[in-house]
């Protein structure tokens, strides 16, 4: 059974930083691209960052491009997100997804049940 567990969220003021991991369990993890999603609220999913089976490649979204940085620790089975300078606008439940290097959700074949991150002004 495969599962995908996010934490790291939390309340931030504007210009802060958090760090989410999202751990993973059940599958091959070294095999998986991974990506980051978020959903605001009133908002669809969207696309945060996606990183491949090895961390050479990464690929973000132009809102959070120079403020995020996705990778993995594949010895641990962990992906992170590590979110610096961080805005209201940030403000979203964080999703991690295995299964593709994509922007595309439905190329995704798991994801965690979310953390949220709330980032005040």
């Known amino acids: 059974q495969v599962q995908l567990v996010e934490s790291g969220g939390g309340l931030v003021q504007a210009g802060g930083s958090l760090r989410l991991s999202c751990a993973a369990s059940?599958?091959?993890?070294?095999?998986?691209?991974m990506g980051w999603f978020r959903q605001a609220p009133g908002k669809e999913r969207e696309f945060v960052a996606t990183?491949?089976?090895?961390?050479?490649?990464?690929t973000y979204a132009d809102s959070v491009k120079g403020r995020f940085t996705v990778s993995r620790d594949n010895a641990k089975n962990t992906v992170y997100l590590q979110m610096n300078s961080l805005k209201p606008g940030d403000t979203a439940v964080y999703y991690c997804?295995?299964?593709?290097?994509?922007?595309?959700?439905?190329?995704?074949?798991?994801w965690g049940q979310g953390t949220q991150v709330t980032v005040s002004s």
């Open positions: 997804a295995a299964g593709s290097y994509s922007r595309h959700q439905a190329l995704y074949n798991y």
């Open positions: 059940g599958l091959t993890f070294n095999s998986y691209p």
């Open positions: 990183i491949n089976w090895n961390g050479g490649s990464t």
